[in-house]
């Protein structure tokens, strides 16, 4: 098993982290491939440092070799696209522990990949841990969203890293669950 090396991501990353999220998009797996997770959207480097400016994210690195990373962001509602500008609205009508999420220290949560070769060795779960303590402290939630039919992701993040689903969405005819975890 490869000896990760994790880190905060850097703004220089996100030329490195827009290439990999890319070939993990809907639109660029087969319906094979999207089995095993896939993201929604597409992702350019300038987004990316926005994010990366606006909470810490985490990359793992196998030599020189970017393996994964994970990518939290807090940015005002309009620098998003349509679909988390929409999710954005709905957080004063969504509850975790009889609160409105809008009511916490959250921040969005994801993108999120691990290169298909170093699947199933424990790597986002790494990346995860990493994440929450470099937030802890400064955020009560993270919020997530998947694409009801990414069942791989879901299973994942529900299963094996505890998210919580809080509600649901659809958006231009996709069905999205919205999760959340704790920071502390």
Avoid: C
Avoid at 77 to 90: M, N
């Amino acid at each position: 098993m490869p000896d990760f090396a994790l880190r905060v991501a850097q703004a220089a990353d996100a030329p490195a982290l827009a290439d990999l999220a890319n070939q993990y998009t809907y639109q660029q797996l087969s319906e094979t491939e999207r089995q095993g997770g896939f993201l929604t959207g597409s992702f350019a480097a300038p987004a990316l440092q926005a994010m990366l400016a606006s909470v810490p994210g985490q990359v793992a690195y196998n030599g020189q070799e970017l393996v994964g990373f994970l990518i939290n962001s807090k940015l005002p509602a309009e620098r998003y696209p349509p679909l988390v500008q929409e999710i954005s609205q709905l957080l004063p009508r969504l509850f975790y522990r009889e609160r409105p999420l809008a009511q916490y220290r959250w921040f969005f949560y994801g993108p999120v990949v691990v290169k298909q070769e170093y699947r199933g060795q424990g790597l986002l779960q790494q990346l995860f841990q990493a994440s929450k303590r470099e937030l802890a402290g400064r955020f009560d939630l993270g919020i997530a969203f998947i694409a009801e039919e990414n069942t791989a992701s879901l299973r994942l993040h529900t299963q094996k890293l505890g998210l919580e689903v809080v509600g649901k969405l659809t958006f231009e005819g996709t069905a999205y669950v919205l999760l959340v975890f704790s920071v502390g």
